[in-house]
């Protein structure tokens, strides 16, 4: 599985799902319900935008959780997170995630690295350039750009 907030999905995301599911023989995209957290697109939109943009790869299958990944994998008969890594920053908190989970129930962490193209791209820096008009054309698939020029139009 290939769990995030996904708010929006960018480039970086969709690389990492493309290349796991040339790996593995199903990929379930898991997009975490975070109550403390108002994002900018509902979970229901990001499902939607994840759907969209991973259309052409079909082992992958997208889903939502609230609560623990953990209880996700368990349920569903997961037995491998992979999780993208873009810097040695992300791999401080990436590490103690991995560890805490693999001793909660046995579930394997697997880390990719981006490509280096992607390596400073987030959902939350794009969307501040976009809200203060910068162009983030490049760096989202085409359905989500165009949901986010919209959602930002809105507000
Ligand atoms: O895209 P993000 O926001 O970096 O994703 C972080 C996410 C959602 C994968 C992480 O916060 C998470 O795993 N949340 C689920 C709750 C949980 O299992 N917490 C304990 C982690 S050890």
Not at 27 to 33: F, Q
Not at 84 to 97: I, K, N, P
Request: hydrophobic share 40%; proline share 5%.
């Amino acid at each position: 599985m290939c769990p995030g907030s996904y708010d929006p999905p960018t480039n970086g995301h969709l690389d990492i799902l493309e290349r796991a599911a040339a790996v593995f023989d199903e990929v379930v995209v898991a997009v975490l319900i975070n109550k403390n957290k108002r994002g900018l697109f509902s979970v229901e939109e990001r499902m939607e935008m994840l759907g969209e943009a991973v259309a052409h790869v079909p082992n992958v299958r997208i889903d939502s959780w609230y609560g623990l990944l953990v209880d996700f994998c368990r349920q569903n008969d997961i037995q491998a997170i992979v999780k993208g890594l873009r810097a040695v920053s992300d791999f401080d908190y990436e590490l103690q995630m991995a560890q805490m989970n693999q001793q909660l129930t046995g579930v394997e962490t697997l880390f990719m690295p981006t490509k280096p193209l992607n390596s400073f791209l987030s959902s939350s820096l794009v969307k501040e350039v976009a809200t203060y008009g910068g162009d983030v054309a490049h760096l989202l698939p085409d359905n989500v750009h165009q949901r986010l020029r919209k959602r930002l139009a809105e507000n």
